[in-house]
Structures are given as C-alpha cells and as structure tokens.
C-alpha cells in the first residue's frame, strides 16, 4: 500500500517504522527538517519537508494515488484538514490524531467526524487510559487484552521465584483451559514448546476463557492483593480519561491524584469529582511518605515524562507499594521499569501502532496487538472458505515453530487447541507469531 503518515514525532515516527517493516510504501511529512533527517537515516521511508494539510504539499506526494493517510502531528485542528484535504483527493481511508475530546463529543453541534472527511480517530491517550483501567481490573497482570468481545482474555505475567510455576516445564503445569501463547525472555519473544521451562524473571503470556481466570490464581499459588486507595501522580489527559471510566465503575477505590503544577491542580479541581488533589511533586519521597503509601494502594505514574515516572514509580515501590503501572514513551525503558518493579507499562504510542495496523493487513484479521518486545504479535483473525488452516488437523498443517494457535471459538464455544483440532471457516482463532512467520500466518488464512 501507499501510506501517508503527517507528522513525524514519537507517534508518527513509530507508525511509519511498523509500515515500512511491512514492505509498504511510506511517505513522512513533517515541518521539522531536523527529525526527517533522523527518520530518513533510520527507516526505509521517503520523507517530504512541508505542511501536512497544505494542498501544494499533498500534490507533491500525488495524493491521488495514496491508500490510507494517517495524520498524527500534535495539533489536533492540523490532522482534521489534512485528513478533510486527503478525503477530499479521493484517499480511501484517512486517520486522524484527535485528543481533544470537544471534537469527539456527542454535542448535537458536532457533526459526525466522518462528515470531515475522518475515517477513524486515533487517541493515544484515551488508548492508554483504557489499558490502565482493565490492568487495575487484573492485579498482577503486565498486560491485559480481551477478544471475541470480551469472552477471551490474554493476561501477561511475570515469573517470580516464589510463584509455583517458576521452574516447571508447561507440560507438567496441567493446562487444560488455558494456552501460555508466548514467553519474553531478556527481551526476546520465544515460542513455547511443552518442554519449555518458565524461569525467574520470564514474561509469560496465558490465553483462555475470561470467566475462567480465576483458576489462574490457584495455578500461581498466591493471593489477589486488596487494594483500598489508587493514587496517581500527573494529571494530565490520560489521567482525566481515567478517571471519566473510573467513575463509571461500581464500588470503586478511593482515589488521589498528585500534581506538581498549580494550574493544572487548579484546572482538575474544577473537572473531577469524587477524588482528592494534592499539588505537590510526586517524585519527592517526603510527599509520597506524607500521603503514606503502602500495599494497600494502587500506584499509576503518568507525569508525561519517562525520567519522571521512573523515579516516581521507584520511591513508591521503596516505600512498599507492590501494584504500579508506569506509563513509558520509548519502549527500550521497558527493562529498567522492570527492574527498578514496576507492575506493568504503558506505551500509548505503541497501542496507536497496533490500530493502524490493522487497517493495512488483510480484511479477515480482526484484531491485532504488537507484543512491546517489538518482535511479535497477538493475531485475531476470521479464516474464509477455502482458507488452507481449514483443510485438516492442526498437526497436518506443518505450521511454522514460529506460530502458536492460541485459541479457537467454534459456535461461541472456546477450544483450546490440540494436534487434532480442525478449525472450520468463519471461526475466530487467536493467534500469536513472531514477525518473521507473519507472511506464513497470511498465508494460512487467505483464500487465494
């Protein structure tokens, strides 16, 4: 495909990097010479020096002839016009970078955004915001997805010493309703085998039924932590998403949020309800002593600064907080919030990736979610008539060691799979592949 993508930040510099990965044919618009030298030092991309809403710009590129336009500069009113100009070219698709929730809202002023020329909003923030919320739902977990509607769970977790897996091989843990679908191991995603054995500070991902995972906690052999309070330091736009679906849930925790900037304190005092505010710098442990943080609580770091919650998230483990989630713009600080114990981490750039990404794989893939090794992904996809994954069992396939068949719903029923499944057409399968064994994944799943 020939891509478009308007800005060349973390955001758009990310996207462009998993699309020209994938063989297509990239186009970087940015007004910054300077970071389009670094893109085009670093990725197989072609890189336009100009205003990405401007007319004269997109003509430049021949417009006409691009497939999707992705606009994901910082300025919201920005993507919205080069989205409309794209549209406007006869560009199939268009995407747009909207944080600003005044644009989004169901006002009866608004128009819908499609009547802008916006096929899909992308919000990095908003993304981010509903991971935190379904990891808060998980204690323990790294990472937490849902497919099929809810109905599937994928749960990351990390192996301690003391959990009751650590050391064993998969084939002697008796799974018989869950799949373990991938392991990180010093930052690599390896393929499990049943002779694999989980080890200390592995990352472990477990595919099965949602309503079942509470069997999960019998298998690891430790208690779901309580948590009374979730205290939060920042307060910026993912921490007003956050709370917005906070509020909406049932019985929920009491909660605080620290913020170092008058304004912003300010700011929050007059928008949320039912929380406290402290203005005060969280990266200070005097503050986080005086608000006596513990295990009891829940700590979530968004200040919006990479330095910032690191420092935060490691003075609130010091003082015995055991449950954080620590939100990291670049992806190589993964290792070091794992080091200094932080729960799991948020890349909102990398969620915004994985949704574009499914715009430009085949039509019958569903969902996809790109592990933040970099190195694999978690696949949903819909196999067709005549699909080759539907022609026998799955252990006359030869599929690759690079692929593992987490899970299929046959008739609304979850199956975890075995040597003799068939998967028949139309049937949702979840799976998990390394980036090398994805062309063998499409193969498997086309009808051609």
Not at 97 to 121: A, C
Request: net charge negative; hydrophobic share 40%.
């Amino acid at each position: 495909m020939r891509i478009v993508v308007v800005g060349a930040g973390r955001v758009g510099y990310n996207i462009s990097q998993a699309l020209s990965g994938e063989d297509h044919d990239v186009i970087l618009i940015d007004k910054d010479p300077q970071v389009l030298k670094a893109a085009a030092n670093k990725l197989d991309v072609m890189t336009v020096m100009g205003n990405g809403a401007s007319a004269r710009t997109l003509e430049e590129v021949d417009i006409k002839s691009v497939d999707i336009m992705v606009a994901v500069t910082e300025n919201d009113e920005l993507n919205m016009i080069a989205c409309m100009t794209a549209k406007q070219c006869g560009v199939p698709m268009t995407v747009a970078r909207i944080r600003n929730s005044d644009y989004t809202s169901s006002h009866p002023y608004l128009l819908s955004y499609s009547s802008y020329g916006i096929d899909l909003i992308i919000n990095p923030e908003h993304l981010a915001a509903q991971e935190i919320f379904r990891l808060i739902e998980v204690p323990m977990a790294t990472e937490m997805e849902y497919f099929h509607d809810g109905k599937l769970s994928l749960i990351g977790l990390k192996i301690e010493k003391e959990l009751a897996i650590a050391e064993q091989r998969i084939s002697d843990l008796n799974l018989e309703r869950f799949t373990i679908v991938a392991v990180i191991r010093d930052g690599k995603a390896l393929i499990p085998r049943g002779n694999t054995k989980l080890l200390p500070k592995d990352k472990i991902f477990v595919l099965g039924e949602t309503r079942g995972f509470q069997n999960l906690n019998d298998l690891i052999k430790t208690k779901t932590p309580v948590f009374k309070r979730i205290i939060i330091a920042g307060g910026g736009l993912i921490t007003r998403y956050l709370l917005r679906l906070l509020r909406q849930k049932k019985n929920s925790l009491e909660i605080k949020i620290i913020e170092p900037q008058n304004e912003l304190c300010k700011t929050l005092a007059g928008e949320v309800e039912g929380c406290s505010i402290i203005c005060a710098d969280p990266t200070k442990r005097d503050v986080l002593e005086e608000e006596n943080l513990g295990a009891g609580d829940i700590f979530i770091s968004l200040l919006g600064s990479e330095n910032l919650n690191l420092v935060a998230s490691l003075l609130a483990r010091k003082l015995g907080v055991e449950e954080i989630i620590c939100e990291l713009g670049r992806e190589d600080y993964i290792p070091l919030g794992d080091t200094i114990g932080v729960t799991a981490t948020i890349t909102p750039r990398l969620l915004t990736t994985n949704t574009v990404l499914k715009l430009v794989r085949k039509s019958n893939i569903l969902n996809i979610n790109l592990l933040q090794s970099g190195d694999a992904e978690i696949i949903e996809l819909l196999p067709e008539e005549n699909s080759p994954v539907t022609k026998g069992n799955l252990r006359d396939l030869n599929i690759s060691p690079g692929i593992v068949i987490g899970a299929v719903i046959h008739d609304d029923k979850i199956i975890v799979p075995r040597g003799d499944t068939i998967i028949n057409p139309y049937d949702h399968v979840i799976i998990f592949a390394l980036k090398s064994a994805i062309p063998e994944v499409e193969k498997l799943f086309d009808t051609k």
